[in-house]
C-alpha cells in the first residue's frame, strides 16, 4: 500500500518562503521517479517539479530559479523548497510518484500515486 503525505503549506506574504514535505509510505523514494504538482481555483492541475531517481531535475518555467525539489532518503520524504512567493504560486500543492519509464514527465498520467494536497496562499 502507497500512501502519501503533504505538509508544510500556509498563507505568506509575496516575496517569503516556505518548505513543503511529502512523507512516503510502501514507496522508496530513492528508487523512483517523483513530482510536485499545483492546482489554483478554476485552473486545470499543472506540474511545478520533477526529480529521478539519480537526482536529475527539472521545473516549469514558471518557478525555475525560485523552487528547489529535492528527496531526503534518510526520511524516505520529497520536499520542495519555495522562495520569492508570488501571488501567482497559491493553489494547492499535490505530492506524486511513480516508475520509470514515466520520469522526469511533468503530466498527471506519468504518476499512479497523489498525495491529498496541502494549501499554499500568497498574498500580495
Known amino acids: 500500500q502507497v500512501q502519501l503525505v503533504e505538509s508544510g503549506g500556509g498563507s505568506v506574504q509575496a516575496g517569503g518562503s516556505l518548505n513543503l514535505s511529502c512523507a512516503a509510505s510502501g514507496y522508496i523514494v530513492s528508487s523512483a521517479c517523483m513530482a510536485w504538482f499545483r492546482q489554483a481555483p478554476g485552473k486545470e492541475r499543472e506540474g511545478v517539479a520533477t526529480?529521478?531517481?539519480?537526482?536529475?531535475?527539472a521545473y516549469a518555467d514558471s518557478v525555475q530559479g525560485r523552487f528547489t525539489i529535492s528527496k531526503d532518503n534518510a526520511k524516505n520524504t520529497l520536499n520542495l523548497q519555495m522562495n520569492t512567493l508570488k501571488p501567482d504560486d497559491t493553489g494547492m500543492y499535490y505530492c506524486a510518484a511513480g516508475y520509470p519509464p514515466f520520469c522526469g514527465i511533468m503530466a498527471r498520467y506519468a504518476y499512479p500515486y497523489w498525495g491529498q494536497g496541502t494549501q499554499v496562499t500568497v498574498s500580495s
Open positions: 526529480i529521478e531517481r539519480d537526482g536529475s531535475t
